[in-house]
C-alpha cells in the first residue's frame, strides 16, 4: 500500500534561514510520481514540482531545491533563504504509475511558519 | 494562465440537504478530480474521472456522493443527504493526461453543514 509521511508538524524558523522539510514515501510500485504542493494562509493547493520514479537528479527552481533519493524513499524539500511569504503548509503526494487518472496520495503537511 | 475555477466558494447548508459542487477544468485537461481536506488535516482522494466515467473513486466516496460532466465545461460533485463530518473543504483538480502530468487545483469550496 501507498503511504506518505512528513513528520514534521511544524517548523518555525527566523527570514532568511535555510529550512528543508521531509517527505518519506512507501509504494509497492516502480514507476511512480512524486509531488509537492503549497497551501498558503489563503487556501488554495499551489504544484511546486514533480518528479518521476526514474529521474534522480536533484532539482533547483530559485531559492527552491529538492533532494530525491530513492535508496531511503525520501523526496525532501529545502528552502534557501526563507521569506515570509514561504509561511505556508506544504504537502508531499506520491501518485502511482498504473494506466489511468491516478490519484494523489498526500502526506499529513508540513506547517512552515517564517518568521520576519 | 489557464486555472481550475470552483464555485461557491463557501456553501452552507441544513444537515441532510442535498449540495451540488461545481468545477470548470482547464480546457484541454482530460482527467478530473474531486479531493476533500477536512479543517486542518490532509487532502483525501475522493474520486478521479475520464472519458465519462469514473476512474477510480475512494472508500470515502460511498453512494451519497456522484460526479458528473453535464457538458463540455463544468464537472460537478453531488451530496445527495449530507452529514456533518461532510463539512470540509472540497478540490477539484484537473491533468492534461494521467500520473506523468501534475494535477492542478481548485481554490477549493469550504462546504459548512449545520
Known amino acids: 500500500a501507498q503511504k506518505v509521511t512528513q513528520a514534521q508538524t511544524e517548523i518555525s524558523v527566523v527570514e532568511k534561514e535555510d529550512v528543508t522539510l521531509d517527505c518519506v514515501y512507501e509504494t509497492r510500485d516502480t514507476t511512480y510520481y512524486l509531488f509537492w504542493y503549497k497551501q498558503p494562509p489563503s487556501g488554495e493547493l499551489v504544484f511546486l514540482i514533480r518528479r518521476n520514479s526514474f529521474d534522480e537528479q536533484n532539482e533547483i527552481s530559485g531559492r527552491y531545491s529538492w533532494n530525491f533519493q530513492k535508496s531511503t524513499s525520501s523526496f525532501n524539500f529545502t528552502i534557501t533563504a526563507s521569506q515570509v511569504v514561504d509561511s505556508a503548509v506544504y504537502f508531499c503526494?506520491?501518485?502511482?504509475?498504473?494506466?489511468?487518472?491516478?490519484?494523489?496520495?498526500f502526506g499529513t503537511g508540513t506547517r512552515l511558519t517564517v518568521i520576519p | 494562465e489557464p486555472e481550475v475555477t470552483q464555485t461557491p466558494s463557501h456553501q452552507v447548508t441544513q444537515m441532510g440537504q442535498e449540495v451540488i459542487l461545481r468545477c470548470v477544468p482547464i480546457s484541454n485537461h482530460l482527467y478530473f478530480y474531486w479531493y476533500r481536506q477536512i479543517l486542518g488535516q490532509k487532502v483525501e482522494f475522493l474520486v478521479s474521472f475520464y472519458n465519462n466515467e469514473i476512474s477510480e473513486k475512494s472508500e470515502i466516496f460511498d453512494d451519497q456522493f456522484s460526479v458528473e460532466r453535464p457538458d463540455g465545461s463544468n464537472f460537478t460533485l453531488k451530496i445527495r443527504s449530507t452529514k456533518l463530518e461532510d463539512s470540509a473543504m472540497y478540490f477539484c483538480?484537473?491533468?492534461?493526461?494521467?500520473?506523468?502530468?501534475?494535477?492542478?487545483f481548485g481554490d477549493g469550496t469550504r462546504l459548512s453543514i449545520l
Open positions: 503526494a506520491l501518485s502511482e504509475g498504473r494506466t489511468g487518472a491516478n490519484n494523489l496520495f
Open positions: 483538480a484537473s491533468s492534461q493526461s494521467h500520473s506523468n502530468q501534475p494535477q492542478h
